[in-house]
């Protein structure tokens, strides 16, 4: 596929996060999708591999975390590997903890679906967020 492609088809994958149609999103992840979350002390950190861990992740997301973008992020290609860079605002739920995390994803793109993100965050300030307030 072309970068272009490639592209096109991370943006799909992203506005499908974003819509909440899971059918959608696993239409464009790869069967053995592993998707990398850095960090400890914080709800979604790990490595989460394949459709089932994939739609647990985002569901646990949804659960656990208020999220919004600012901006749109940007995405820089090459080849079959697409870097989306962005900022995200939000609240983890559990502590009413605010959190700003400026982030990059490394994606994989492979026969037209996303077969690997490697997330770059900013986990201590996730980490921070999900700590319990001190009595």
Request: proline share 5%; net charge negative.
């Amino acid at each position: 596929m072309s970068t272009d492609e490639n592209v096109q088809t991370v943006k799909g994958f992203f506005a499908a996060m974003g819509s909440a149609k899971k059918e959608d999103l696993l239409a464009l992840a790869a069967d053995d999708i592993e998707w990398i979350i850095p960090g400890e002390g914080w709800p979604l950190a790990g490595t989460h591999r394949g459709h089932a861990e994939l739609a647990a992740v985002l569901q646990k997301a949804s659960e656990e975390i208020e999220m919004t973008y600012p901006q749109p992020p940007e995405f820089v290609a090459q080849g079959d590997r697409v870097f989306v860079i962005g900022i995200a605002t939000g609240t983890i739920k559990a502590t009413t903890k605010p959190f700003t995390d400026e982030w990059i994803f490394d994606i994989t793109v492979r026969d037209g679906k996303v077969a690997r993100i490697q997330e770059y965050i900013d986990t201590q300030a996730l980490a921070e967020a999900s700590a319990p307030s001190e009595a």
